[in-house]
């Protein structure tokens, strides 16, 4: 069995590449000439990406959010399941039932917050996320509702 690659990296340990096949390899020429052939064909490189999210999708759709959870928030969709079980499947906000919920979050921390139905959650990120305008726009509703109803 060989011990190195034919560029002389060691076969073993980290460096050891193992295929779906069996086969060992050499994860430091295998990454060199990924990113190589990324850059000769960036645009091949966007549409193979694109196909593989797209089938992907279509085959297990829990998988590709549950990857954009863990990347962008440290949490798992099983994280995001039992936070729904225990608000009901409820908006936070509206208090109504919600068929895709959105994990609301704050722009600047990333700290999650709790789930939003997508109007709530788009509210919110129009309003920046501002006490003070969702005060004002409060505010302006209320002078509205009882100017509407003194007519």
Known sequence: MKTHCKYGHELSGDNLYLSPKGLR??????????????????????RYAR??????QKENPRRLL??????????????RDAKLSQQKNLCMICKRLMDDP????????????????????????LLQDDTLIVASA??????????????
């Open 25 to 46: 390899g050499c994860r430091q020429c295998r990454s060199k000439y990924a990113i190589a052939s990324h850059s000769k064909n960036p645009v091949a490189r966007k």
């Open 51 to 56: 196909e593989w999210k797209r089938k992907t």
């Open 66 to 79: 549950n990857y954009h959870y863990v990347h962008d928030y440290g949490i798992t969709i099983e994280d």
């Open 102 to 125: 959105c994990l609301d979050h704050d722009h600047e921390t990333k700290q999650i917050r709790d789930l939003l139905c997508k109007n709530c959650n788009c509210a919110l990120g």
């Open 138 to 151: 409060l505010d302006y509703l209320k002078k509205w509702k009882s100017n509407a109803s003194t007519e």
